[in-house]
């Protein structure tokens, strides 16, 4: 496959992160030749983060990988959905709603998050809420497997989610038409494992990888392992 042909892969961050996030995954993928673009999400609902991807995926030629990492997981089920442009989705870490169901509903399915309490609300003149995790609690809740000057940084960088967008419900899923591929980290404190599991096999994953030493950023120290994963969702569909 040249070049020109390759797909483009369309990086979709979640809460807590920004779009430097994937910037290991981003070199290795342009060094493939592959057209990126590390979609900034707005994180201010599902119908509304959803619109805005769709919104990119409108001036992309050709064909497309979505990737997403935690909430941003949402946004691609969402946003791909009925696009036939978009040939696979790629979790990292992420929530892969069925219609009807939240990020709440997903993280707390089975025992294991504690993001709930190392949260820091800000209220918005509207009324509404965002939500901050804590600088002190990054580095253990976020990015353990990350060094802890990098998940520092990383604390300081992060964008916040409003409150209200962990309990929207999702809509009709793309994972249903569209084939998925996962990795999960063991040791995920946001999203529990178990969880990223269940949503793996209902989705009929075509592949899932779990790094058992792996925190709810993953992807940042194992950007190699998610190129990885990428690439091979990008050569095994027509």
Avoid at 169 to 182: L, N, R, V
């Amino acid at each position: 496959m040249d070049s020109a042909a390759k797909p483009t892969i369309v990086l979709v961050h979640g809460a807590f992160a920004e779009s430097s996030s994937w910037n290991g995954v981003i070199a290795a993928l342009l060094d493939d030749g592959h057209p990126v673009i590390a979609v900034a999400n707005p994180l201010r609902g599902v119908a509304f983060d959803a619109d805005y991807l769709r919104g990119v995926l409108a001036g992309i030629d050709g064909d497309v990988i979505c990737v997403g990492h935690s909430y941003g997981g949402i946004v691609i089920t969402n946003g791909a959905a009925g696009n036939g442009n978009v040939k696979a989705l790629v979790y990292i870490g992420a929530f892969a709603p069925d219609r009807g169901e939240s990020a709440a509903d997903l993280a707390n399915r089975y025992e294991g998050s504690t993001l709930g309490e190392t949260l820091a609300p800000v209220k918005l003149p509207d009324g509404g809420t965002d939500l901050y995790i804590r600088q002190d609690r990054y580095h253990a809740q976020f990015a353990a497997d990350s060094p802890a000057r990098e998940a520092a940084v990383m604390a300081v960088t992060q964008r916040p989610i409003v409150e209200s967008a962990l309990a929207e419900p999702s809509g009709e899923p793309a994972w249903k038409t569209i084939p998925s591929w996962f990795l999960i980290g063991g040791k995920d404190k946001n999203i529990p494992a178990a969880a990223q599991r269940f949503m793996a096999e209902r989705a009929g994953s075509r592949r899932t990888v779990e790094l058992p030493e792996g925190s709810h950023s993953v992807g940042i120290p194992e950007a190699a392992a998610v190129a990885d994963l990428v690439r091979e969702a990008a050569a095994s569909t027509p």
